[in-house]
Structures are given as C-alpha cells and as structure tokens.
C-alpha cells in the first residue's frame, strides 16, 4: 500500500513570499490532516478534514493560513504571506475513518523562510 | 485544555540496559494515549497505544489515571532503538491529537 505523499520536500522562501504544499493521503483514507512541526517541537494539529469538510481548524492562523482538500482526496496548504516563524517542518498524515486511531504520516515538507 | 509532558529531551542509556521514557498528560476527560517513533530518515509512525495493551518491538507502556502518565518502558534496549520517540494524547472520539515535544533515544553500544 503506498504511503502519504508530499510535495515538494524542501521549500526556500523570503519573507511575504506565498508557499504551497501538497498531500496525497493513503486510497480510501477519509480523514486528513496537516501539522506543523517546529524545531524542537512535537507536531502541531493546524486543520482537520473528514472527506472534503473541515472537521477542525481551531489553530489555524486563518489570516495567513488556507487549506483545502477539493474532492475529499488531495490537500493543499497555503501560506500568504509567510512570516520567519513560519520555519517548520509541514506535516500530512490521513486515517481510514475520523474514528479510527491510527495517523499515518507523510514524509514531510521543510519549509525556511528567510 | 489537553497537554502532554515529556520532561526529557534527551535520553542515553547502555544497550542492554533498561529504558523508559516518561510522559505526562492533562486532560478532564477519559484520553486516549500513543506513542510514536520516528527513526533516522524515516516519517513518524505509531508504536503503540494504550488500548491495544500490546507489546510492540518489546516496548510496553501503562496508561496510570491516578498519576496521569503513559511511561514508555523496554527491559533491554537494542541499539536499533534510537529515535525520536513522541507521546500524543486524544479526546475520546475527536481524533485529535495533542503531541509532546518529544525524547530523542540513544542507545549507546
């Protein structure tokens, strides 16, 4: 079964500067989220979708911050414009169902901004 | 508000030597716990988790209400132990989960 994809790896970018990620989750997967991970920090939950709804956005900075995942499959994270705090590693993973415990990550996007 | 602890940054020990890493948790309600490992080079899956009550790489960990932990122990750690090692909690039901900062394991030959 193939894993979570994400594109693209490393990301370089100047401050103001608009960044977007992509995540593919596991076939069949209905949930999905994002995290960001900071250095020296666990992962942070930033949004939560079940199928193409949000489920939870709660720490999402929604002026700087979007995401969508059209069609319930893949999922974009965007950021305008990006801030230095912005630094972290960007995380995908998905789960079968919304009750089903088990997230299974992708490999990650690091993200600098300069 | 949910949170996890884990007091130790970094963690060495022998190999052969017994290992536990320690986490805390804050949460009103009934949690769910994990652990999760990230290997060199490798992405973040899950170890373990307390409702499974498994063993898992020879790894064991005991959800304590009382004292509101989910320590992580193995009697003789391997050198292909090193990691980093996350304790996650969730709400019932809700999926979502809150990580701790994490351990970074060595196991020193």
């Known amino acids: 079964e193939a894993g979570v994809a994400q594109s693209p790896r490393y990301k370089i970018i100047e401050k103001r500067q608009s960044v977007a990620f992509w995540c593919n989750p596991i076939?069949?997967?209905?949930?999905l989220y994002w995290y960001q991970q900071i250095l020296g920090q666990g992962p942070k939950l930033l949004i939560q979708?079940?199928?193409?709804?949000?489920?939870?956005d709660s720490q999402l900075p929604k002026d700087r911050f979007s995401a969508e995942r059209l069609k319930g499959v893949d999922s974009t994270l965007k950021i305008q414009p990006a801030k230095l705090e912005d630094s972290a590693v960007y995380l995908c993973a998905s789960s079968p169902t919304i009750t089903t415990d088990t997230q299974y990550f992708g490999p990650g996007t690091r993200l600098t901004v300069l | 508000a949910q949170r996890v602890t884990q007091p130790e940054k970094l963690l060495s020990v022998f190999k052969g030597a017994p290992v536990e890493l320690k986490c805390n948790y804050s949460?009103?309600?009934?949690?769910?716990l994990f652990w999760y490992v990230q290997y060199s080079r490798q992405r973040l899956q899950l170890l373990l988790r307390h409702i499974s009550r498994e063993s898992i790489k020879g790894f064991t960990a005991d959800l304590n209400k009382g004292e509101t932990s989910f320590h992580l122990k193995k009697p003789f750690a391997q050198e292909e132990d090193s990691a980093m090692y996350y304790c996650a909690l969730s709400g019932s039901g809700a999926q979502k989960l809150v990580f701790g900062q994490g351990t970074r394991l060595t196991i020193n030959p």
């Open positions: 949460y009103s309600g009934s949690p769910e």
């Open positions: 076939s069949g997967h209905a949930t």
């Open positions: 979708f079940q199928n193409n709804g949000v489920v939870d």
